[in-house]
């Protein structure tokens, strides 16, 4: 009943709430970033939302875009900002994406959308994930985040299409803050981010 009829209220309200709260810091965030990167302080990719529906998910703008001799991308720890560091390890770099909450591609609570290049790459199980809407926080990442294999995180996200409710929501809307006061699972095992998926789960 919560996820069919009154989830997409409560998004719509959180993600005003929010903007709106944050705005402030929001219009700080975005002058740091422009002197940053160049006039470019926000970041747009496509990715797959509910039923696998491509939608261009915003983001503010971490890394550089330097490129090798060759014009190949340098890797993520090369190209991370000092203002991009400091935005990401408080997750200020996720907030854009209200905007996506309000217009209906994404919810505040709910599987990370991912790359579109994954989508070949998902067994069927996995691919129940796109049952619902992706959300900004979700049940993998106050579980481990970017420190979870890609299998815990996929069996994770399958747990939360299966019993998502209102009282989850507001635990993972809980336990979201307190990562991110303590700055825990930011990153992959030696890598920035996340290391890529590459299937075979």
Not at 5 to 27: M, N
Not at 31 to 46: E, T, V
Not at 111 to 125: A, D, G, N
Not at 139 to 151: E, F, H
Request: charged share 25%; proline share 5%; with cysteine.
């Amino acid at each position: 009943m919560y996820i069919k009829y009154f989830k997409r209220i409560f998004d719509f309200c959180g993600a005003f709430l929010l903007l709106l709260l944050a705005s402030p810091l929001l219009v700080v965030v975005t002058l740091w970033l422009s002197i940053a990167n160049s006039g470019r302080p926000f970041f747009f990719q496509p990715r797959p939302g509910k039923d696998e529906k491509i939608f261009k998910i915003i983001k503010f703008k971490t890394m550089t875009d330097k490129r090798d001799s060759k014009g190949v991308l340098l890797p993520d720890d090369q190209r991370l900002t000092a203002a991009g560091n400091w935005v990401r390890k408080l997750s200020i770099d996720e907030f854009p994406q209200m905007i996506n909450v309000l217009i209906g591609d994404m919810s505040l609570i709910g599987p990370r959308p991912l790359l579109i290049e994954y989508l070949p790459l998902y067994s069927e199980e996995q691919q129940r994930r796109h049952n619902v809407r992706p959300g900004i926080t979700g049940w993998a990442q106050v579980n481990g985040r970017n420190a979870v294999d890609w299998k815990k995180k996929f069996k994770m996200d399958v747990w939360y299409v299966d019993h998502g409710s209102f009282l989850l929501d507001l635990n993972i809307l809980f336990l979201t803050v307190k990562k991110v006061l303590l700055s825990e699972g930011i990153s992959g095992e030696g890598v920035v981010t996340m290391e890529k998926f590459k299937g075979n789960l």
